[in-house]
């Protein structure tokens, strides 16, 4: 599995600059790219290109030589955008019921929530959750999509340094086991050293700059206070 995205173009409706010109990126099966910048810069465009929901005006996306289509890759937005009405374990069912070839059964998702810590709250409502707890289940929702490439906005930045440390490693242990492709966005530059094989810096006049982060997998929270990893995080901050 293969994620390219080549000379990919995209300008806001109204709008004369492209938030993107000229992209090129290409993220490996198994990888886990992050892509940090400034707001505005265009990280969460480039991940609604990838799903779809937004069209390119000019380039390609593809995942092994094949335009990327709706449905194509599993999002998961910024917000955990959990159904208020339905039990945790009717949420991340949800995938199964909107698509017939997805099968997850009601057993499968069961072990999952097991294996996440959730396995007592399969019958209880978000507004019961806390925010790690949330995102937890927002993340197991699109794993269960049974798609390959995973795109995940933001998805510990509303939580507090304890929880957002305890779900960079629930995260890093399920990619690890699973090998699914991850884009990750984050803000956090401690973060995507911490998690991320690659970083993707966006830059405001539209190119990008690649750094390979030569942490050694798997990851230990011992090595937040790495030297390597205090070194990149420093000069990924004067390139920003």
């Known amino acids: 599995m293969t994620l390219i995205l ?54 390609e996306i593809s995942i092994n030589k094949k335009p990327v289509t709706l449905g194509d ?7 955990d955008l959990l159904f208020p009405w339905r039990t945790i374990l009717d949420n991340i069912m949800i995938g199964a019921e909107i698509k017939k070839e997805i099968k997850i059964s009601k057993e499968n998702a069961r072990s999952w929530l097991k294996k996440v810590g959730l396995s007592d709250y399969e019958q209880a409502y978000p507004n019961q959750l806390s925010g790690g ?7 197991l ?3 269960l999509t049974e798609k390959e490439v995973l795109l995940l906005d933001e998805p510990f930045g509303a939580l507090d340094s304890i929880t957002k440390k305890e779900m960079q490693a629930w995260l ?3 990619w690890q086991e699973l090998d699914k492709t991850i884009v990750f966005i984050t803000h956090d530059l401690e973060e995507a050293c911490y998690l991320s094989d690659r970083i993707i810096l966006l830059k405001e006049d539209r190119k990008i700059e690649e750094t390979i982060v030569p942490l050694p997998r798997p990851r230990y929270q011992e090595m937040l206070h790495s030297q390597i ?12």
């Not at 099966?29 to 005006?57: C, H, M, P, R, Y």
């Open 73 to 79: 890759v599993g999002f998961m937005p910024q917000k």
């Open 229 to 240: 990893l205090v070194e990149l995080r420093k000069e990924l901050e004067k390139k920003i």
């Open 141 to 143: 929702r699109t794993l």
């Open 6 to 59: 080549k000379n990919v173009t995209y300008t806001f409706p109204k709008k004369e600059i492209p938030v993107i010109a000229k992209l090129n990126l290409t993220v490996q099966q198994g990888e886990f790219v992050s892509l940090i910048g400034k707001s505005g810069t265009g990280k969460s465009t480039i991940l609604k290109l990838i799903t779809g929901l937004l069209q390119a005006d000019e380039g």
């Open 133 to 139: 707890m949330r995102q937890r289940v927002a993340f």
């Open 172 to 174: 890093l242990s399920i």
